[in-house]
């Protein structure tokens, strides 16, 4: 090798380390909030804009999938709130200082950001006529007799969190008994009357719009919710410069900031990665340049039918056996029955959480939860299509001397095929419907543009997800009507046409 | 070649047939005959290995009828239901040739076969590409016969094969399977209700009632010597041509 191939292979070499090194991949999660996907959307930008290959995994769910995310290694960062690190994640009240945190958190391979400068805390608030009229200026003032018949109406997770209504109840001895709704449509819940107060978030674009007021923590009682980056330790090792560009982030965004983005995103329905941009570019000066995006439409179209493709014909391979053996071994049936029962009986959002237990966010919980929920009506269908076979049908195989396996395959899956088909059918059709709650773990697909609508009260997003899912639905319904005749034979058909 | 030996069977308590030793004389006609419930299908069923009876053994060609070998057994015997128990998703052909060709014969020879036993039950050649639903009574009946002979079995069981036909249709149809019979030489074993149709076909006519043989004999000799009561007033019971619902003389 001459001494110019060397260095030449050298170079290659060194180009070639270099450009690994230039483009490490991060992978950018969020929590199904607006704000948080607002800065999810903010570090992948960033990311990008420093030479990584950023990928965003957007509205993941709730706290606990977003962290177990983080902690696997399924995401490198993500937006998080100190208080909730304390009492949540971490449950130890005794980290007081952010030090401390930091400390608990590097036991784990993982660090956070100093933070970025708001505070979303939690707040109780109610629109400031109501609160004029009754008095309120402080939750102090809530726990006064004459105020004991307010409707409180919370959050899911402000009903569970240890610092949220349970520590709350006894720190101001309220003596309400709250209901349980969605964040998103707590603010209609007040605006139609239905409820006299709910629980917010100190950054919350609404609290503007709808005019509310916050009532008083007089007693000290929310920690402190600090907004931080919380990041695997490695991604300071991999992808230093985004690290350094992240750390540019700290205390520059500040409550009016994070209230202003989160109205433009939230009531004037401005994109999500727009909102980020134009912060990155009015406060870092930065000189953003927006990825073109796929159709949105398409993609979440084909990862829908992914979704669905997927589970049904593992689905269809599971249980038309399972509905052999149950025809062939009643009393194996009623178990099997049984089994597939109660699995349809499971909520979704329940198989979702199991399932990310053991499998990573993205499309794959979801596909194994819409595969348990094919299973129901594809066993069911196999078993009555064989059990409604005539019995003088059943004899004649048998006197024929055909062997049971050339009955099956021969005589009764033949027989049956109508059933099983339709079995598959509704099955698909359940599918396509169900495939929508999928973006809870980032599963992508229609439900994505519904969950997000639903935050953002915004009904034309919420149909452009739930829209062609319906048609997709009729699509699939229609398509199979079309696959009847390729499936079922022909004589079975001249048969029921006469029947 | 195909015997009973001390066979009973009882459902629920009622004994449907009584111990029963009984045999079939090759190239022979049989015809089991009686009232609903005496017993002459269950007998069938034995025979086919469809019912298990409670004692006693079923004999063919010298080998004892057992599970492990019955369904090789089914193989050398023809069964008939009424209407032919055809397959519905399955062409006439298909149907005919479903087991031949599960034993691995190829389309032609199917076909070939399928075609000598059409011309023999008189099944019209295009009724071959049919579907069940599209074909009469009649030829799903004669397509029935055919798929029993497809493998050429030494013994072919009937149960009620003209059962769903009307009166025309059955007086071809009888008129053809008596030929048929005679041509091959086959064992045959029917069960009917129908006075008529066992004088028609049976060289040999046992008449069963409450679960047991209560007379054996050719149709004449049931008419001229009935054994008992019983026999007597189920022959009056029939509307024979010449006797006319005549009293049977004792």
Request: proline share 5%; aromatic share 6%; glycine share 10%.
């Amino acid at each position: 090798m001459s001494a110019a191939t060397r260095s030449l292979a050298l170079a290659l070499l060194a180009g070639g380390i270099a450009a690994a090194q230039e483009a490490p991949l991060v992978r950018v999660g969020s929590k199904a909030s607006i704000e948080n996907e607002i800065l999810g959307e903010m570090v992948t930008l960033l990311a990008r804009h420093h030479g990584a290959k950023a990928q965003h995994r957007a509205a993941l769910g709730g706290t606990q999938i977003v962290f177990q995310a983080l902690s696997r290694g399924d995401i490198d960062v993500y937006p998080e709130y100190t208080g909730t690190l304390t009492a949540e994640i971490l449950q130890d009240q005794s980290l007081r200082t952010d030090d401390e945190l930091r400390a608990a958190l590097a036991s784990r391979g993982l660090a956070m950001t100093r933070p970025l400068g708001f505070n979303n805390t939690y707040a109780l608030g109610l629109p400031e006529a109501a609160a004029e009229r009754l008095g309120l200026e402080s939750i102090s003032d809530l726990a006064k007799a004459e105020h004991a018949g307010l409707r409180l109406g919370f959050s899911e997770e402000f009903m569970n969190r240890s610092d949220g209504w349970p520590g709350l109840k006894d720190a101001y001895r309220l003596p309400h008994r709250p209901k349980t709704l969605d964040h998103s449509l707590a603010y209609r819940g007040l605006a139609a009357g239905s409820i006299d107060v709910t629980d917010l978030y100190s950054t919350d674009s609404e609290i503007k719009y709808h005019k509310l007021r916050l009532l008083a923590d007089d007693h000290g009682y929310f920690p402190e919710y600090h907004c931080v980056l919380l990041h695997r330790n490695d991604l300071a090792v991999r992808a230093p410069a985004v690290m350094a560009a992240l750390v540019r982030l700290e205390g520059a965004i500040d409550n009016s900031a994070m209230s202003e983005m989160n109205t433009r995103r939230k009531i004037d329905h401005v994109g999500g990665r727009q909102v980020a941009a134009d912060f990155l570019e009015s406060r870092l000066k930065l000189d953003i340049e927006l990825p073109r995006e796929p159709n949105p439409l398409w993609a979440a179209t084909r990862r829908h039918l992914l979704l669905v493709g997927i589970s049904l014909a593992a689905a269809v391979l599971v249980a038309v056996p399972l509905g052999i053996w149950s025809y062939k071994w009643p009393k194996l049936g009623h178990g099997i029955m049984a089994l597939v029962g109660i699995v349809q009986t499971l909520p979704s959002m329940a198989v979702l959480a199991v399932m990310l237990t053991f499998l990573p966010i993205g499309p794959a919980p979801a596909i194994v939860a819409l595969f348990f929920y094919s299973l129901l009506p594809i066993v069911r269908s196999t078993l009555t299509g064989l059990k409604e076979i005539p019995n003088h049908l059943k004899e004649s195989a048998i006197v024929l001397g055909l062997s049971p396996r050339a009955r099956l395959w021969r005589v009764e899956l033949p027989m049956a095929s109508r059933s099983i088909l339709s079995g598959i059918k509704t099955a698909a059709v359940i599918n396509v419907g169900t495939a929508t709650i999928g973006s809870l773990v980032g599963a992508g697909g229609y439900g994505d543009a519904i969950l997000a609508g639903i935050r953002l009260i915004d009904i034309p997003l919420i149909l452009q997800g739930a829209v062609p899912a319906a048609v997709l639905a009729l699509v699939v319904q229609f398509g199979f009507d079309l696959l009847e005749p390729l499936i079922v034979p022909k004589g079975l058909r001249l048969a029921a046409g006469k029947g | 070649m195909l015997e009973l030996i001390d066979v009973a069977k009882s459902f629920g308590g009622t004994q449907v047939l009584q111990p029963t030793t009984l045999r079939f004389e090759r190239g022979k006609t049989t015809v089991l005959i009686g009232p609903s419930g005496c017993g002459k299908s269950t007998l069938l069923r034995i025979i086919i290995g469809l019912v298990e009876p409670d004692q006693g053994q079923v004999v063919f060609d010298g080998q004892k009828l057992t599970p492990a070998n019955i369904m090789l057994m089914r193989r050398k015997i023809g069964y008939v239901i009424q209407d032919g128990g055809l397959f519905p998703h399955l062409s006439a052909i298909d149907n005919v040739g479903l087991l031949a060709r599960h034993l691995g014969w190829s389309k032609l020879e199917v076909q070939k076969q399928a075609e000598k036993l059409a011309e023999l039950t008189r099944l019209p050649h295009e009724a071959l590409a049919k579907y069940p639903a599209q074909l009469s009574g009649g030829q799903r009946q004669r397509l029935g016969i055919m798929r029993a002979l497809m493998l050429d079995p030494a013994v072919i069981l009937l149960d009620e094969p003209m059962g769903a036909l009307d009166p025309l249709v059955r007086y071809d149809l009888q008129e053809d399977l008596r030929k048929i019979f005679q041509s091959l030489g086959k064992t045959v074993v029917m069960v009917t209700h129908d006075m008529g149709e066992a004088g028609f076909f049976g060289d040999r006519v046992l008449l069963l009632g409450g679960g047991r043989i209560v007379q054996d004999g050719t149709l004449d000799e049931l008419i001229a010597a009935p054994a008992d009561d019983f026999v007597r007033r189920f022959i009056s019971a029939q509307r024979l041509p010449g006797l006319n619902g005549k009293e049977v003389p004792a």
